[in-house]
T-cell receptor
Framework: DQQVKQNSPSLSVQEGRISILNCDYTNSMFDYFLWYKKYPAEGPTFLISISSIKDKNEDGRFTVFLNKSAKHLSLHIVPSQPGDSAVYFCAASRVGGSNYKLTFGKGTLLTVNP | NAGVTQTPKFQVLKTGQSMTLQCAQDMNHEYMSWYRQDPGMGLRLIHYSVGAGITDQGEVPNGYNVSRSTTEDFPLRLLSAAPSQTSVYFC????????????FGQGTRLTVV
């Protein structure tokens, strides 16, 4: 039973346009969400996070939106750049219960075309 | 600033062999974990530790063993390698504080033949 779902295995966008990556979760106990970016042959690197007490967090070109009622979050990248081409993983954790384990989605491969 | 260091980067094992994947972090993080990444499966938690001397199982612990004798090191042992353990393994660490991210190593690509 997959608790964090990224239903789009891949996404292709043009440079300069917006990239929107989606993530759904089923466990209502999750209260902290993260996005990681992963290039080939490298480890995942942290990109941005959001706590369940917020509905939006912004960091430069990256914005994460959280809709708790729909158990849905999305990552917006504006404007997209070729260097953003990577696999993006959504992850969730239950911080309040002293459980720091991350549950990951399967990832979305983003390709930004010049 | 090394962060999380994994060795080796690549390894080929024969079925039935044992080996240890090394992980070390220099950030004084209490929490460390091991994940495996398989095509189309995302990252799945194998084992984790919330401090020296304390370990627990994750989602896919079978066939693996861990120990945490120091804060810095968290080795992952494959007891008797099987082809199903062919994967990319990532070690991660994070501080035991609320709402913090995990830092990952560069991974170990393991092939069991």
């Amino acid at each position: 039973d997959q608790q964090v779902k990224q239903n789009s295995p891949s996404l292709s966008v043009q440079e300069g346009r917006i990239s929107i990556l989606n993530c759904d979760y089923t466990n209502s106990m999750f209260d902290y969400f993260l996005w990681y970016k992963k290039y080939p042959a490298e480890g995942p690197t942290f990109l941005i996070s959001i706590s369940s007490i917020k509905d939006k967090n912004e960091d430069g070109r990256f914005t994460v939106f959280l809709n708790k009622s729909a158990k849905h979050l999305s990552l917006h990248i504006v404007p997209s750049q070729p260097g953003d081409s990577a696999v993006y993983f959504c992850a969730a954790s239950r911080v309040g219960g002293s459980n720091y384990k991350l549950t990951f989605g399967k990832g979305t491969l983003l390709t930004v075309n010049p | 600033n090394a962060g999380v260091t994994q060795t080796p980067k690549f390894q080929v094992l024969k079925t039935g062999q044992s080996m240890t994947l090394q992980c070390a972090q220099d950030m004084n993080h209490e929490y460390m974990s091991w994940y495996r990444q398989d095509p189309g499966m995302g990252l799945r938690l194998i084992h984790y530790s919330v401090g020296a001397g304390i370990t627990d199982q994750g989602e896919v612990p079978n066939g693996y063993n861990v120990s945490r004798s120091t804060t810095e090191d968290f080795p992952l042992r494959l007891l008797s390698a099987a082809p199903s353990q062919t994967s990319v393994y990532f070690c991660a660490s994070s501080p035991l504080a609320m709402n913090t991210e995990a830092f990952f190593g560069q991974g170990t690509r393991l092939t069991v033949v």
